[in-house]
């Protein structure tokens, strides 16, 4: 028989966002494929000016040169960029604004290194989210409203549909959060930190506690017209 565990059910209404899901999704997508390999990551997708909040590290080589993350033709370049120091940056539209992007707007984040806090801080900012793969744990985070939205383990098998669905959640201006200081998770022996979801394995813990991947994948699925 299954266990149930139940949390409070609880629900934060943040600031609006006006970001691409597609965008967040094919870089959420990245980041897996990074975590997967120890690979460290780090990610941010704004609508607005943040140029005061970060110093370049690198020479902009690609100054004038239009790359974006939907464009497959410049996928490969994207991914090495992602592995140098700092973070990429992109507009809502999925457009690279710089890369080697060092950060200096941070928030603390307890067990993990400077990426981490850097995106924690400037996810603080309106219409502005963060996404990061650990070279510690491998966990793909997303972070937005000086929250951590998502954490999802990358070395479990996982249907294509999910990053479509993770970005549909982070990109909401209704979340569902895990209720009772953390407990699910806490139950789970899961980072208690994280305010609305975990991905391990089959299964997840939502504001309504613990149900299968596959149940909360349907539950996302638009209805059919």
């Known amino acids: 028989m299954k266990k149930k565990i139940n949390v409070k059910d609880e629900k934060v209404v943040l600031p609006e966002i006006d970001i691409e899901k597609e965008v967040v999704k094919l870089l959420i997508d990245i980041a897996m494929e990074f975590g997967q390999e120890k690979k460290g990551a780090f990610f941010i997708v ?17 100054r004038g040169e239009k790359i974006n993350v939907k464009d497959k033709d410049t996928l490969i370049v994207i991914k090495k960029l992602a592995e140098l120091d700092g973070a990429l940056i992109f507009d809502e539209d999925g457009n690279l604004i710089a890369y080697g992007a060092e950060i200096s707007k941070k928030a603390v984040f307890k067990g993990h290194g400077t990426r981490h806090s850097a995106a924690l801080g400037i996810s603080q900012l309106e219409n502005t989210l963060a996404i990061t793969a ?8 997303a972070f937005r409203s000086g929250l951590t939205l998502v954490e999802i383990n990358p070395f479990t098998k996982t249907p294509p549909t999910l990053s479509e669905r993770v970005a549909d959640l982070i990109t909401s201006s209704h979340i ?34 613990v149900q299968s991947l596959g149940d909360f994948l349907r539950k996302q699925e638009p209805k059919k017209e």
Do not use: C, M, W
Request: net charge negative; glycine share 16%.
């Open 176 to 209: 569902p959060l895990l209720g009772g200081g953390g407990l699910a998770s806490l139950a789970l022996g899961l980072n208690p930190l994280v305010a609305a979801i975990i991905f391990t394995g089959s299964y997840i813990a939502t504001k309504s506690g």
């Open 46 to 62: 704004t609508g607005r000016d943040i140029q005061k909040y970060y110093h370049l590290l690198y020479t902009d080589i690609f």
């Open 134 to 141: 650990s070279e510690e744990d491998g966990a793909v985070r």
